[in-house]
């Protein structure tokens, strides 16, 4: 394999090795984040559903943030970066990144996150696009897996 190629691979796994471990990070504090919001505001106002969908919408997050630290986990620690668990974690991410976007809608921000004892009716639902752009990424990247791990098939059956 020429040189230039192993420093990239090295790069690459490098990097994935920071991500996977920036993105335990962000998971565990959304998390913490939920569950504050749960316990500090939950007892002053009494319960609101909405309050619980958004520590349930805050443990969807979390649990794709995990997704996606697992995927560059294993890029770095497996041999082969590629295979069926790589495409079932970035898809299985990315339906829970699409189910956050529905949590988003039916939870404005503005109400989730009112301040206390103000009252606020619902008149639209937040539609946060960015989710919607990673989501759509994501499941472009678990076929792009997908096809790599089909190549190295071929190729270890060719040699």
Request: charge should be neutral; proline fraction near 4%.
């Amino acid at each position: 394999m020429p040189e230039r190629l192993v420093r990239n691979y090295r790069y690459a796994r490098g990097a994935s090795r920071l991500g996977a471990y920036a993105l335990y990070g962000i998971a565990a504090l959304s998390l913490l984040v939920g569950i504050g919001f749960c316990f500090l505001h939950a007892p002053l106002e009494g319960f609101e559903p909405f309050r619980l969908l958004s520590v349930i919408a805050a443990g969807i997050f979390s649990a794709s943030v995990v997704l996606l630290g697992e995927f560059l986990r294993h890029f770095w620690s497996d041999p082969s970066p590629f295979g069926q668990r790589q495409f079932t974690r970035l898809v299985a991410a990315a339906a829970l990144l699409g189910l956050r976007a529905v949590f988003d809608a039916m939870v404005p921000s503005s109400h989730a996150f009112g301040s206390l004892g103000e009252i606020r009716t619902i008149t639209h639902a937040d539609l946060d696009l960015k989710i919607i752009s990673v989501v759509i990424f994501l499941v472009c990247l678990a076929m792009v897996v997908r096809y790599g791990d089909a190549l190295k098939e071929d190729s270890d059956s060719f040699v």
